[in-house]
Nanobody, 119 residues
Framework: QVQLQESGGGLVQAGGSLRLSCAASGSIFRDNTMGWYRQAPGKQRELVASIARAGSTYYVDSVKGRFTISRDNAKNTVYLQMNSLKPEDTAVYYC?????????????WGQGTQVTVSS
C-alpha cells in the first residue's frame, strides 16, 4: 500500500498562484509515476500533469505554460506549481501514484484538495 498526503489547496483570485504538494509513504518502489488529476463538479476526472521518477513529464494542453510539475525523489514528494490560474481551473485536485509491482499495476489516490479560483 502507498499512502498519499496532499496539501496546498485553497482560494485564489484569477491570475494568482498556488502550489500543491503530495507526499507518498508506505510500500515505495523505485519505478513509479506521480501525478495530479482534477475533477470539477459535473465533469469527469482528468489527468492534469504527471512525472516519472526519471523526470519525464506530461501536461494536459489546457495547463501547458502555466503549471509545472516536479518531484523530490528523496522525499517521495510531488509538487504542482500553478500560475496564472483561471476560474476554469477550479476543481478538486487529486494526487495519484502508479507503479508495477511483480507485474501487477498499482494505483493509489490522495484524499483530494480543493482549488477555487475566483474571477
Amino acid at each position: 500500500q502507498v499512502q498519499l498526503q496532499e496539501s496546498g489547496g485553497g482560494l485564489v483570485q484569477a491570475g494568482g498562484s498556488l502550489r500543491l504538494s503530495c507526499a507518498a509513504s508506505g510500500s515505495i518502489f523505485r519505478d513509479n509515476t506521480m501525478g495530479w488529476y482534477r475533477q470539477a463538479p459535473g465533469k469527469q476526472r482528468e489527468l492534469v500533469a504527471s512525472i516519472a521518477r526519471a523526470g519525464s513529464t506530461y501536461y494536459v494542453d489546457s495547463v501547458k505554460g502555466r503549471f509545472t510539475i516536479s518531484r523530490d525523489n528523496a522525499k517521495n514528494t510531488v509538487y504542482l506549481q500553478m500560475n496564472s490560474l483561471k476560474p476554469e481551473d477550479t476543481a478538486v485536485y487529486y494526487c495519484n501514484w502508479r507503479d508495477i509491482v511483480l507485474s501487477r499495476p498499482r494505483k493509489y489516490w490522495g484524499q483530494g484538495t480543493q482549488v477555487t479560483v475566483s474571477s
